[in-house]
């Protein structure tokens, strides 16, 4: 009798689908994640592959976000996150009390769902990176690595001729390319992007997903996305999270048209989300 | 069942008409209500800045006398040795008397040359002191010396008090009115800029005293109080909101620090008293002392209006720096802080004004004595504005009455500038995200 008393803990649903793939980027095994007492993820485990987007779905409050945060220990920034199991990168866990979360955040850049440059210029924004990590030697180099990163980020065009104006006044679309170039002027290893295009509207968007298109060929790109379509557009490799379970990985023509998990398929066909 | 879908639209319509006159009636109240909050409130400002300055803005001009003085070798120096001692402990006041006699030969009788020499300030022999004593070659010369007259005659020739009042009240005798005429007539009283007041310390002669030293003295109390409490109190700020753990320890310093807030100022100068003056031996009096408690005092407010500033930096500038792997460090320097500084100013400018106008902890630590000496230092003996005001308030000197509010004059005046400069400094580092 008591025993009902207590809230009833539905089981860990088995991921579906092959979650590992050849020479991995990074390796995530068991992943969970505590905030408070309440877990937002159980036991995920899932590859990250080179030069390849990894699109995370699902509805909202599947802790598809929480685990993109896991990947750059975001989280630590979160006082009551806890955040248990291997995430390998590099042959090391990056979770490890030795690993610096500067040097990780180096390798692993972030883009945020909301554009959100620093309230300076242009040319701040993106040479902030280069100069706390001491990637330029001299003020040309530094100049060469922000017309660069620019460039990637199919920026350098609309912005060479003012520099000098605050991030901020670019429109929303621009700020979020703007986050872009900050991040590749890092050059990191990965990129993750939490809903990138959620406040951007559709053409906008387009260029966006054609930014990412590109990047792939040089990064490993997670993206957590809303749009099924965006998943499907821009993603090699879709994940689908349910309630903090990850409920089938795959490859996204798999997935979106002939999904073996009953839940995925509801999802993608709109039943719920 | 359901009364609102069986009306027809018009009955509605009826219905809204009747809510929304209700409700223009209520706005119409609620509007007229904050119109009288508001004009009351200025009402009051300018009720007490009206009074203020029509008691004190008299005090900025004064009455001088024009006099020619003989720098009598006889009476400076005997013994003719120009010796230090014996220049610095002259009678000038018979200098003063002398030229007096012979700008007025027809009045005699001793009873009478003394309502004449009541007619120039008796502090005025000083200047001649100092004017000797640092030029010695004066003495055996003749020389124009314009000096303050007395306050009774500054008071009558500005009218405040009736040339017909009775004497006890006019406070000058007929004689006395009848010299102070003449000397009008012949161009040798005359209304200038009040040099005393703004260039001297206080004196028991109303027409001597000044607020410079006050004035000295709260720029040095108030200046070592911001260096103190902005960078301790910003420090404090970054490090509970930015760096330290959130536990029942960091939750006991966040109520100690809002309930410091509260305490009664008088309570920080006792602690003053004790701890400042009484445990480490610091001088009493001093600016010094006063900067120390005003920093305990305005420190909570410092640290609470930095916090909400800090707090007020939006999460994703944080993590957008974060996440380009800045250090925590880095973070807060480079992009928490300038966001954040103009709202500490805000706090700071909060803080200051307070200690502006703080009196109750400095009459503790002995801020309170009557200091001629205008304070060249942090350690000299010193009052300040407000002090200086409750000092003036209670004297006897009717005259005192205007140096009081000229007093509040010159203080409003400090804090409009100093405010002004907190704004525009803050202006400066506003900038938009």
Redesign the interface.
């Known amino acids: 009798m008591l025993m009902n008393a207590q809230p009833e803990v539905a089981p860990v649903r088995a991921t579906v689908g092959d979650v590992t793939v050849p020479n991995p980027l990074m390796t995530c095994r068991n992943v969970d994640v505590w905030y408070g007492d309440k877990q937002a993820i159980r036991s995920v485990s899932i590859d990250i592959a080179r030069a390849q987007v990894l699109a995370m779905i699902g509805p909202s409050g599947c802790g598809k976000s929480t685990f993109l945060r896991c990947l750059n220990r975001m989280n630590d920034t979160i006082p009551s996150a806890r955040v248990t199991g291997e995430i390998i990168f590099d042959g090391r866990d990056i979770q490890n009390k030795r690993q610096d979360v500067v040097q990780l955040r180096s390798r692993v850049g972030m883009v945020f769902q909301k554009p959100n440059p620093f309230p300076k210029s242009i040319f701040e924004n993106v040479a902030y990176g280069p100069r706390i990590h001491g990637l330029a030697a001299d003020r040309s180099e530094l100049d060469e690595i922000v017309t660069e990163s620019l460039k990637r980020a199919g920026l350098w065009e609309e912005v060479k001729d003012r520099l000098a104006q605050p991030g901020t006044s670019l429109s929303g679309g621009q700020q979020q390319r703007l986050c872009i170039a900050r991040t590749l002027a890092v050059n990191p290893e990965v990129i993750l992007m939490d809903e990138p295009c959620s406040a951007l509207d559709p053409i906008a968007t387009a260029r966006i997903e054609d930014l990412i298109d590109e990047l792939r060929q040089t990064y490993a790109i997670v993206i957590v996305t809303h749009s099924m379509q965006q998943a499907a557009r821009v993603s090699q490799r879709t994940a689908y999270f349910h309630l903090g379970d990850l409920i089938e990985v795959g490859p996204t023509d798999k997935i979106f048209t002939n999904p073996s998990h009953k839940l995925t398929e509801d999802y993608i066909t709109g039943r719920f989300g | 069942m359901n009364s609102t879908a069986n009306r027809t639209s018009k009955q509605t319509q009826v219905l809204v008409a009747r809510s929304l006159r209700r409700r223009y009636r209520s706005e119409f109240i609620f509007r007229a209500l904050g119109v009288l909050a508001v004009s009351l409130g200025v009402l009051a400002v300018f009720g007490l800045f009206g009074k203020i300055i029509a008691d004190g803005a008299s005090v900025f001009r004064q009455s001088y006398v024009t006099l020619e003085i003989y720098y009598d070798p006889e009476i400076i120096d005997p013994e003719g040795g120009r010796a230090p001692e014996a220049l610095a402990t002259a009678d000038y006041q018979a200098l003063i008397k002398a030229a007096l006699r012979e700008k007025f030969p027809d009045v005699e009788g001793r009873a009478n040359l003394r309502e004449l020499y009541q007619l120039v300030s008796s502090g005025s022999f000083l200047s001649l002191q100092r004017a000797v004593v640092a030029n010695p070659s004066l003495i055996g010369t003749r020389a124009q010396l314009t000096m303050p007259a007395d306050d009774t005659v500054d008071m009558f020739v500005k009218g405040q008090v009736g040339r017909n009042a009775p004497v006890a009240e006019r406070r000058l005798t007929d004689q006395q009115v009848a010299v102070v005429d003449r000397m009008t007539a012949a161009g040798i009283l005359t209304m200038q800029l009040n040099r005393e007041f703004l260039g001297n310390g206080d004196s028991r002669d109303p027409e001597q005293a000044g607020v410079r030293g006050a004035l000295m003295g709260s720029l040095l109390t108030l200046g070592l109080t911001l260096l103190l409490s902005f960078p301790i109190g910003v420090a404090a700020a970054i490090y509970l909101e930015e760096f330290a ?2 536990n029942r320890f960091t939750d006991l310093i966040e109520i100690n620090i809002n309930n410091l807030a509260a305490v009664p100022s008088i309570v920080y100068g006792l602690l003053g008293l004790a701890v400042f003056i009484g445990l480490f031996g610091m001088p009493r009096s001093a600016p010094v002392v006063g900067s120390l408690v005003l920093t305990l005092l305005t420190l909570p407010t410092v640290i609470i209006a930095s916090r909400s500033a800090l707090k007020a930096v ?1 999460p ?12 925590q460090v ?1 973070t807060v320097m ?2 928490v802080l ?2 954040a500084l103009p709202g500490m100013l805000t706090g700071a400018i909060i803080g200051m004004a307070r200690a502006l106008g703080e009196s109750a902890p400095l009459l503790m630590i002995g801020m309170v004595a009557f200091i001629v000496d205008v304070p060249q230092g942090l350690t000299d003996a010193a009052t300040v504005l407000p002090v200086q005001v409750f000092l003036w308030s209670d004297l006897p000197e009717r005259a005192f009455i205007a140096r009081t509010s000229g007093a509040i004059i010159v203080l409003l005046v400090f804090l409009v500038v100093m405010n002004a400069t907190a704004v525009y400094l803050r202006n400066r580092f506003e ?3």
């Open positions: 753990a959130r939006p994703s500038i944080r993590e957008a720096a974060l996440g380009m792997g800045a250090s880095q480079h992009h300038p966001l900038k938009r995200w």
